[in-house]
């Protein structure tokens, strides 16, 4: 860094003494005034248009300025002083005055003569410097790393900021340890793994928990994205990862963060269309560094990726990648540890409670309920509030779940009534229908792209679906078109996407997870995580007509079968249809206890903060386990 400003500050202080000394002389030419032949100023001398004159006299020559009667200023020169002028000047009345001529110093003179060559001279060598990599931020850079560097003085992240991957963090404590000890697992012959990929969902802190690894031992850590790397000339980026593992080494023990590894590490030679050339050499340049010829000891590579099935497979072998850690998203328990590790940084109010917030937030990654904390302050501060309370958190689930409402939205009124029995038509059969979570909350406020929002909220965290939750599903998504039919005697297009996640449930009931007796425990479908172009290009089929007339069979009785079911419970059940739609047109927002009203035959009992004068609907939500979009278009 020194000697790059050192070079930058040396390069300008030699343009500004030319610039200088090229303006000095253009000022001092402009001052002389218009040039006269020595005839012509005689004439102006004898002619009495001559007012006074100066005479400079140096070696060889003399430089005689004048000022006219009109007060131009003129000049001439000479070889030697004409002692005739003298009394040319004395018979017309001229003053003058003779001294001698101020002769440029050495430096002067080489300025300008050498000033022009001495600043093409310093120019070229600075744009060369850029070009091999002097200037490190400079346009011509290409090859220096772009990997930005956090010592142990500014890296402040520990475990301690690190939760809900409890498991995550006891695979990596053994990183920290090599890192503060490499001698202690050295002196028994063990080697370290010289790779990490982290690897988990988008949202999950693999980032954070990387950083806290370096943060534990308090080693460098440098922080780089997959894309850094590529770009549109070929060699540039092996160039960078070569002075990466430089600087890395200059200061190991370290730790090298990879961000996105996918981007340069994507299998060689798949796709259609050829490779990419400057991809490939990058990951072929990683690969040597990792572990080529050199041994980098005390150098840890750990990447991240929420694609680990396009890497190629050279980067995953022993001796690179030797360890995968699955940073998944957080059960119940890490949801709330991380909820009091963001509600830190925020005033809380006294009814907040983190492990309420943790049971309503199912399938939320880190990222996810940091978002949620930030949403819930910013809802206070619209309120003027002093402290975040557990109603603003409440309202931030809704807005991250369904979108903000958009009570602005003028529906005409046989829309409205078409939405509240569809939304009904939901809550109603996810009721009666056994293994379902349970109705939540129903809405008829429009949220982002949905006229009306039916909320399940799960009981736990489940990692598995069995075959009658799975019909159950389905049966709920027909509701709402079943309710349509029913009471309002048309079909709408709010349903369509009930139907395609309904359709997509059943056909991976039969092609992909064997649940019909006809077809057995057989895989029908093909592996839909193609890479690079399109699935359709390289999507083949190892079905016969005949199979696939079966599956289509056995889809077609599975969805008959289950809309046949919820049309059973909503026929049966039209006093409760009814008086669930009443209770939604009138308040708009409906909760888990008046549905208990309704379901029972009571009249559902007002929301906690409604008044006659106001339509306004409960408070509450939690994120829905499914939730209904009626699209404003279809």
């Known amino acids: 860094m020194n000697n790059q400003w050192v070079s930058k500050i040396a390069v300008w202080l030699v343009i500004a003494l030319v610039l200088f000394t090229v303006f000095k002389q253009f000022d001092r030419a402009a001052v002389s005034g218009s040039q006269l032949s020595y005839s012509e100023f005689l004439e102006e001398v ?30 001439t020169t000479g070889t030697y002083l004409d002692r005739g002028l003298t ?64 010592d142990e003085a500014n890296n402040s992240t520990t475990f301690a900021d690190v939760a809900g991957c409890d498991e995550a963090k ?27 990929l982290l690897v988990g969902p988008p949202g999950t802190g693999k980032t954070l928990l990387a950083k806290a690894i370096a943060g534990e031992a308090k080693v460098p850590f440098f922080s780089i994205s997959g894309s850094d790397f590529v770009e549109m000339f070929v060699g540039v980026g092996a160039a960078r990862v070569r002075d990466m593992f430089e600087q890395a080494k200059k200061s190991a023990p370290c730790i090298i963060f990879v961000d996105e590894i996918d981007a340069v590490g994507r299998h060689r030679g798949a796709g259609l269309g ?4 400057e991809r490939e050499q990058t990951l072929n340049q990683m690969l040597v560094e990792m572990d080529g010829f050199e041994t980098n000891l005390g150098v840890i590579v750990m990447a991240a990726t929420n694609r680990p099935d396009i890497l190629d497979p050279a980067l995953l072998r022993p001796g690179r990648f030797d360890r995968q850690v699955y940073v998944t998203l957080p059960d119940v328990r890490g949801r709330e540890q991380i909820l009091n590790v963001h509600m830190r940084k925020v005033p809380i109010g ?73 939304e009904a038509g939901h809550a109603l059969v996810a009721r009666l229908m056994p293994k379902t979570d349970p109705v939540h909350k129903v809405t008829v406020i429009p949220r982002g792209r949905a006229l009306g929002v039916t909320m399940q909220l799960p009981e736990g965290d489940r990692y598995s679906m069995d075959k009658e939750r799975m019909l159950s599903t389905i049966s709920v998504l027909f509701g709402g078109r079943i309710a349509e039919e029913v009471f309002m005697n048309q079909m709408t297009t709010g349903a369509s996407n009930d139907f395609e996640r309904a359709t997509a449930i059943a056909r991976d009931m039969v092609t992909r997870y064997g649940m019909t007796d006809e077809l057995g425990p057989m895989v029908y479908a093909e592996n839909e995580g193609e890479v690079f172009l399109g699935r359709s290009v390289t999507k083949t089929t190892h079905m016969s007509e005949e ?50 009203d309704i379901m029972e035959g009571k009249p559902p009992r007002p929301p906690k903060d409604w008044t006659p004068s106001s339509s306004k609907g409960g408070n509450g939500p939690t994120p829905p386990a499914q939730a209904d979009g009626a699209p404003a278009a279809a």
């Open 547 to 596: 199979t696939m007339r079966k599956v289509d069979q056995q889809i077609r009785k599975i969805i008959d079968e289950q809309y046949s079911i919820a049309r059973r419970h909503i026929e049966e059940h039209q006093d409760k249809m009814h008086a669930m739609a009443k209770a939604l047109l009138e308040w708009e927002t409906i909760d888990s206890e008046q549905i208990d």
């Open 350 to 422: 006294q009814d907040v409670k983190a492990d309420i917030l943790a049971r309503g937030t199912p399938g939320f990654s880190g990222a996810d309920l940091a978002n949620l904390v930030n949403e819930s302050a910013l809802f206070a501060a619209r309120r003027n509030a002093r402290v975040v309370e557990m109603i603003d958190f409440e309202r931030a689930k809704d807005k991250i779940m369904m979108g903000p409402e958009r009570k602005s939205m003028v529906m005409p009124e046989d829309e409205r009534r078409n939405t509240a029995y569809h």
């Open 170 to 196: 006891e695979e990596v404590k053994e990183l920290v340890d090599f890192l503060k000890d490499p001698q202690k697992f050295q002196k028994l012959g063990g080697r370290i793994p010289r790779g990490v």
């Open 46 to 75: 004898r002619s009495k248009r001559i007012k006074s004159v100066t005479i400079q006299e140096g070696p060889g020559s003399v430089e005689i300025s004048a000022k006219t009667t009109d007060d131009r200023n003129i000049r």
């Open 274 to 277: 050829g490779g990419n050339d």
């Open 87 to 150: 009394g040319d000047l004395i018979a017309n009345g001229v003053k003058f005055d003779v001294r001698p001529r101020d002769e440029p110093s050495l430096l002067q003179s080489l300025l300008l003569s050498w000033g022009p060559m001495l600043l093409l001279i310093g120019v070229w060598i600075y744009f060369m410097r850029q070009m091999q990599g002097g200037g490190k931020g400079g346009a011509f850079s290409f090859g220096k790393s772009k990997a930005r560097m956090l």
